[in-house]
């Protein structure tokens, strides 16, 4: 795993966005310009304090789509996406890193180390090679180069 810095394409959104963003009380968590197959998406995920309902996702796309056909930042063709960050978000850039500082995570490792894959723990913090996690009260150091994806854990409740 490498910690992701915004490409230029995404700063540019991010920019366009974010005004958007807050007139409508909502925070961006992520910009993405990503191709899949033969298409481009661009993906902007948002987030506010009590949750992401379907209502605020339509309320984003609208005028950022409105202001995207304005501006024309994007030469290629493209799909707009703009949904929620979700609870248990994938952790990619420094921002969420800062943001998630003392909240619990799932790091999912590519190898298994010493029989686990998965380590559930308070991010304690992290650095451009390894992230600290205490696991059940002890603190653990693992580097970025053995992690394939670190996101928010949220504990269910299913009785």
């Given at each position: ?7 230029s394409t ?15 009380g ?56 703009v949904?929620s960050?979700?609870?248990e ?7 969420h890193?800062?943001a ?30 390894k ?29």
């Amino acid at each position: 795993m490498k910690i992701k810095k915004n490409g230029s394409t995404e700063l540019k959104i991010r920019d366009i966005a974010q005004p958007i963003a807050d007139e409508l009380g909502l925070a961006i968590w992520d910009v993405q310009y990503v191709k899949e197959g033969a298409e481009w998406y661009l993906r902007v995920f948002i987030d506010k304090e009590d949750g992401i309902d379907l209502d605020d996702c339509e309320a984003m796309t609208r005028p950022l789509n409105e202001k995207l056909d304005e501006l024309d930042p994007i030469k290629d063709s493209y799909i707009l996406e703009v949904g929620s960050a979700g609870l248990e978000r994938e952790l990619v850039r420094e921002s969420h890193f800062d943001a998630c500082t003392g909240l619990d995570v799932r790091v999912h490792l590519i190898i298994a180390a010493d029989g686990v894959k998965d380590y559930v723990g308070t991010l304690e913090g992290y650095d451009k090679e390894k992230v600290r996690i205490t696991v059940e009260g002890e603190l653990k150091e693992i580097p970025l180069s053995e992690i394939s994806y670190i996101k928010l854990y949220e504990e269910y409740d299913f009785d």
